[in-house]
């Protein structure tokens, strides 16, 4: 067995129910939908239960010799585009996307669904008592919003999400403070850039994000961070961390949900994947003071796809995660696997730190 596998049993300890939930557990939002993927979680804590914020996403059945997926116009209204799988202009290489023509689309789209649980975080229910479906609005949503991290600042909950559309991949954001009203703010961080993590404390009076832009040509997929006054215009952008040539992180990074703060400075889980789409998660430790600044970094994952639901299903070998709950050491992380299903497993904030290398 590779050194790394053994050091990642040792890490993380997943859930003996996994997975926790299932695509056929998620209703569909529209009749005629089938939901394909349920995955990449965002946490939190409210009315002292836990709750996921999921990604759910949908397409209609597929047809033999056709390619079919919604999109939504602005004013929210789906529409169903097919293609015929056979016809020469047609890239179906990668699940998750379609080239057609010289424009890229999604396979599939993703809303926002809310589920609680009554047994402190194993088996979660769509039954919550309010409205639990969160849509995409508007020209800059309308191939879907994924991918939701929940931080908790001032009472407030505050969504960062990936808005998707013809027009770019970016950074959304909603607040809410009962789950039920909810400000949206709009795009605050432009294509391209994904995986928006909020510190939930100010650092000397600003706030602070880690975020994704993509480079094309120079550059590439590193974890940047960004601070701001207002949480709607950010600036100060720097590099954080970058992909490592031959790793487990060498083709992408992107962080994971809101660091967590530790005597030592803030932890982050993020993911990293490799040129074959293989995404394992690994830690990074930030300066308490000035976050901009990398202490450590693991050199092996901390969690990597090798249990069976880990490694089959929708897009295989995929262990993603954007939402955990923190209690004294303990790290519940919720994530997807093989973007398909969720799971869980608990960590310790002590043995990541400790496998941690500093840079
Ligand atoms: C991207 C995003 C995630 C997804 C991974 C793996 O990073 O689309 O939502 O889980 O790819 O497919």
């Keep these: 067995m590779p050194q790394s596998i053994l050091e990642e049993v040792a890490l993380a300890e997943r859930f003996i129910q996994n997975p926790i939930i299932h695509t056929k557990d998620i209703k569909p939002s529209t009749a005629g939908m089938k939901v394909e993927c349920v995955l990449n979680p965002g946490v939190f804590m409210f009315q002292n239960k836990i709750w996921l914020l999921l990604r759910v996403a949908e397409r209609p059945v597929q047809k033999d010799g056709f390619i079919t997926f919604p999109i939504m116009d602005e004013h929210g209204h789906l529409e169903i585009l097919s293609f015929p799988t056979d016809d020469p202009e047609i890239d179906l290489?990668?699940?998750?996307?379609?080239?057609?023509?010289?424009?890229?689309?999604?396979?599939?789209?993703?809303?926002?669904?809310?589920?609680?649980?009554?047994?402190?975080?194993?088996?979660?229910?769509?039954d919550c008592g309010i409205p639990n479906q969160i849509f995409g609005h508007g020209s800059l949503e309308t191939y879907g919003i994924e991918d939701c991290r929940v931080s908790l600042i001032n009472g407030v909950y505050h969504l960062t999400y990936t808005q998707v559309s013809a027009y770019g991949v970016g950074v959304g954001?909603?607040?809410?403070?009962?789950?039920?009203?909810?400000?949206?703010?709009g795009m605050i961080i432009p294509?391209?850039?994904k995986d928006c993590a909020l510190f939930e404390e100010n650092i000397k009076d600003k706030y602070f994000c880690l975020n994704r832009p993509s480079g094309v040509g120079l550059g590439g997929n590193f974890i940047w961070i960004a601070s701001s006054p207002d949480m709607l215009h950010w600036g100060d952008y720097k590099c954080l961390l970058m992909t490592r040539p031959g790793h487990w992180?060498?083709?992408?990074?992107?962080?994971?949900?809101?660091?967590?703060?530790?005597?030592?400075?803030?932890?982050?889980?993020?993911?990293?994947?490799?040129?074959?789409?293989?995404?394992?998660?690994?830690?990074?430790?930030?300066?308490?003071?000035?976050?901009?600044?990398?202490l450590a970094r693991s050199d092996e994952p901390i969690l990597e796809p090798v249990a069976p639901?880990?490694?089959?299903?929708?897009?295989?070998?995929?262990?993603?995660?954007?939402?955990?709950?923190?209690?004294?050491?303990e790290i519940t992380m919720y994530y997807g696997a093989s973007d398909e299903v969720i799971c869980a497993a608990k960590l310790s904030i002590s043995r990541i730190l400790s496998h941690l290398k500093v840079v």
């Design 93 to 126: 290489s990668d699940k998750r996307m379609i080239g057609y023509q010289g424009k890229t689309y999604l396979t599939t789209l993703s809303h926002l669904r809310l589920v609680c649980s009554d047994d402190g975080g194993i088996s979660f229910t769509e």
């Design 173 to 185: 954001l909603m607040r809410t403070k009962d789950w039920i009203n909810f400000e949206r703010d």
């Design 191 to 193: 294509p391209h850039n």
């Design 249 to 294: 992180d060498c083709a992408r990074i992107g962080a994971g949900a809101a660091p967590i703060k530790t005597p030592y400075g803030w932890l982050e889980i993020y993911h990293g994947a490799d040129f074959n789409h293989r995404y394992c998660l690994g830690a990074v430790l930030l300066d308490l003071h000035d976050p901009s600044v990398v």
């Design 309 to 329: 639901y880990e490694t089959t299903g929708f897009f295989g070998n995929v262990v993603f995660t954007n939402g955990h709950i923190v209690d004294g050491d």
